[in-house]
C-alpha cells in the first residue's frame, strides 16, 4: 500500500532551525517532493529529491535516503512568514505521473 | 503568468444540485488532476489525466466525473452533490517531459459547501 507519515504539528523559535522527517512506503518511487502550504492557499512547490542526499535551496534543504525510506525539510533562520503546512509527497512510478501526499505538518514560528 | 486558474472559488449549493467546477492552465501541461483537502486527511486525489481523452481515478472518485477534450481545460463535475462532498478542491497540473522535475502547479482552490 502507499502511505507517507509526518508529524502533525511543530512549533520553533524565529530565528531557529527546524526539521521536518517523512517517513514514506509507496509501491514505487520517482522521486520525492515538499511543498509549503499557508493557510486557506494552495500548496507551493518547495523542493525535490530523486537520488540520496541533500539538496539545499536558500534557507531550505531537503534530504533523501530512498534505501530508507525517509526524507527531511530543514528549514533555517526562521521567519515569522514560515508558519504554515509543510507537505509531503511521492511521485509513484508505477502510476506515471501520480503523486501520493502526506497528511502534512503544521509548522508554527512564535516570535 | 504561468497559472493554474480554477472557478468557482467559492460556493455553496444543495444536495443533488448538478455543478461543475471549472480548471484551467496555460503551460501546456500533459497532466492534470484534482484533488479535494480535508482536515486531517491533507490531499487525496480525486481523478487524474495523463493526456487529452485520458482520465482515470484516483483514490476517492465517487460521486465525481471529469473530462479532458481539450490540453488546458479539466472541469471537475459533480452529478448530485452529496454534503459528504463538502470539502476544499484543488487542481493541479504538471509536465511529464523527463527534462522537466514535473512538480504540481495548483490552482487557488475552490471551496465548495453543499447543505
Known amino acids: 500500500g502507499q502511505n507517507i507519515d509526518q508529524p502533525t504539528e511543530m512549533t520553533a523559535t524565529e530565528g531557529a532551525i527546524v526539521q521536518i522527517n517523512c517517513t514514506y512506503q509507496?509501491?514505487?518511487?520517482?522521486?520525492l517532493f515538499w511543498y509549503q502550504q499557508h493557510a486557506g492557499e494552495a500548496p507551493t512547490f518547495l523542493s525535490y529529491?530523486?537520488?540520496?542526499g541533500l539538496e539545499e535551496k536558500g534557507r531550505f534543504s531537503s534530504f533523501l535516503s530512498r534505501s530508507k525510506g525517509y526524507s527531511y525539510l530543514l528549514l533555517k533562520e526562521l521567519q515569522m512568514k514560515d508558519s504554515a503546512s509543510y507537505l509531503c509527497?511521492?511521485?509513484?512510478?508505477?502510476?506515471?505521473?501520480?503523486?501520493?501526499f502526506g497528511p502534512g505538518t503544521r509548522l508554527s514560528v512564535l516570535p | 503568468e504561468a497559472q493554474v486558474t480554477q472557478n468557482p472559488r467559492y460556493l455553496i449549493t444543495v444536495t443533488g444540485k448538478k455543478l461543475t467546477v471549472t480548471c484551467s492552465q496555460n503551460m501546456n501541461h500533459e497532466y492534470m488532476s484534482w484533488y479535494r483537502q480535508d482536515p486531517g486527511l491533507g490531499l487525496r486525489q480525486i481523478y487524474y489525466s495523463m493526456n487529452v481523452e485520458v482520465t482515470d481515478k484516483g483514490d476517492v472518485p465517487e460521486g465525481y466525473k471529469v473530462s479532458r477534450k481539450e490540453k488546458r481545460n479539466f472541469p471537475l463535475i459533480l452529478e448530485s452533490p452529496s454534503p459528504n462532498q463538502t470539502s476544499l478542491y484543488f487542481c493541479?497540473?504538471?509536465?511529464?517531459?523527463?527534462?522537466?522535475?514535473?512538480?504540481?502547479?495548483f490552482g487557488e482552490g475552490s471551496r465548495l459547501t453543499v447543505l
Open positions: 529529491n530523486v537520488l540520496d
Open positions: 493541479a497540473s504538471s509536465s511529464v517531459l523527463r527534462e522537466k522535475t514535473g512538480e504540481l502547479f
Open positions: 509527497a511521492v511521485r509513484d512510478r508505477n502510476y506515471g505521473q501520480n503523486f501520493v
Open positions: 509507496t509501491s514505487g518511487f520517482n522521486g
